[in-house]
């Protein structure tokens, strides 16, 4: 079990200079009251940092160590900061040191590029190697699992993604708690039997070659083997690629979210840069429009006088219309009274023309000639007026004016709304950094790549299964062959690949028996500490999925749904509670802002249950939070230290021994 | 690690007496020790556990 002694810490985040936290060797638990922005949370970062080299802030966003200088001396010229865990593990000594400073030859330092990390583990005294250094903190408290031991109060969405059965974070922590309940020592088994089992299936082979009865056999049953060989080689390497992506997708998940707002921003950027191109071809083709209504806008300039001498040139004609009438009857008569006078005949009547008679039509024609010219002109300015009114028609055309205007208006209104968009994505660009979109652009792409890889992984994987299924069921049908020839030589290599077969069978077997075994036992586990820290009496206990997530069940048999942030507290507890309680790997819980969701009997619930999940618990509390006379009261004689963080100033707290009480 | 490991054999031996009675208890008890002390050094495992074997397979005949 993993029992930390003390925290030592070099001007880490608000901690000037060297400050440490000492934590009793007899089980129990250990408060520390801080006030808000005093440092709890930095210091659950500090054994995050020390294990894992990480520290997050709200919202589980990575923050560059540089950022985790105390500023205080900072400004004074000191520009690094050190951690230093000193614990035990199943009686081991270590003493794990992580520090970040600037590079050798390095006074100023400017950004991340200029600083250097520097990690290293003493086992007994001696220090580790950096693979070794690496095995054994991973084998002490992989990271994966150091949700259910670093308890943060306010990342309680880590533990609804257990909730997802298809979660592929979830499956991820799911192998970790797996790991941490000892089914690696089977799975490791059942890897390793099957090597064996595929060594002693090639030496049989081998050995039925020797004899000449199997010989044929031997070979074909060589060969086959060979090629399983091969494709298990191939599944093996296509499953860690999966794996690897996977771990890839989960992480690319994680960032996806974190950057969620920025993604969403620049999505709505990209949108809005679409419809500025679409506004800016529709008001170039507006302006098109424009310009051609434009070339002919002269017309209406001209349209009303145009109308005005129409008007006066129709009436003119209409005018004319009649003398024309007039003319064309006069002509008719003259034409008439000339035939009749040559013919000295009457064209109407048929009858001769007496000589008074013709007198007469030849004085009347007399007339009729004398108005010719007068008619001749009439005709003229007849066809002159016709000739105008034909010109000026074709030169009228519709006043364009109220065309043109609701062309500038369209024009008008479209440029604002391009205005507008242009302003949003400015604001957009004001609140992201190009940095930022070109990452988001970034973890985009590689997403949707690493969806696609994980895709064609697993249609290899079900592909090269097949295979292998096929294989078997033909190494099998050799084997039966095989085993119906009797003979000394290969008697000894059949009687290996059978145990070997019989043991593989056995651990595949174990591997999910056991599975299912410590899920039941989790579950039992966590129901049972669940009930004791709940004060809901309807409630039945907790029911696990796949994955290691809880459900609470209503004592009518029906999972609860929906549950509040305190629940979500209650169950997570539970969880760890349980997980300690069934794993080989145990450890300290520490806890930041435990109680924030919990009213006063949970919390008083919980703050007695803690001693019984582990031996070691250290809580990081502000006073209303947790009163320190409560948390005496509550946890009576396993109450082992209390340490109190002591504002100096805005930038620096110092950790108090002691110190409780106002 | 008898504490660790006696939860794993105890699964184990309730399956080989159901299904393999045939395999010896003690050969698969030990075969959960030596992935237990290799889990640090995987290389390992194969080879004892082959040795193990061989050396039941000679005892057996």
Redesign the interface.
Known sequence: MLNIRSITLEDFGPFKGTQSITLPEDPGVTVVFGENMRGKTMLLNSIRYALYGRVLSRGSKEISPEQVINWESKEEGKHSFKVILDFEHEDDDYELTRMFKPRDGVTEPVDDDDYIEEVYLRKNGDVLGPDEKD?ELN?IMPEKVSRFFLFDGELLQQYEELLVDESKMGQRIREAIERIL?L???T??RA??R??LE?AEKAESKAAQRNQKTQELGAQLESLTETRSHLNDELEELKEDLSDLQDREASLHEDRKKIEAIRDRVEEKKDLEEEVDQLNDDIDGHQQRLRDEMADAWRGIIRNPIQKKLEALRKRESDLRSTQTRIAVRKELANRFEKAVEGSHCPVCEQDLGEETESHIKKELEDLRQVEEQDTEAEEEYRDVARAISILEDLEAPDPAERIEGIVQTIDRLKAERTDKKDTIADIENEIESSQEDEVHAINREYKDVIKKIQATEDAIEETEEEIKEANQNIKKLQAQLDKESGADFE?ER??RK??K??R???D??VD??RD?LRDEVEEDASRIFLDLTTEPEYDGLRINENYGLTIVHEDGDDIPVRSAGAEHVVALSLMGALQNNA?LQGPIIMDSPFGRLDEQHEKNVVQALPAMTDQVLLLVYRSELRPEAARDFLKGKLRAEYSMERISARHTDLVKGGGDD | MTDETDDLKGTLENIREQEYPDLPADLVEHIVEIEYDSLEDRARAPKEINKIVEEYLGEDG
């Open positions: 095995r084998r000892g690696p020592v089977l490791n088994a390793d039997l090597e064996l060594d000894k009687e290996r145990i070997f019989h043991l069978d056995l651990f077997d174990g028996v056991y075994k080989p």
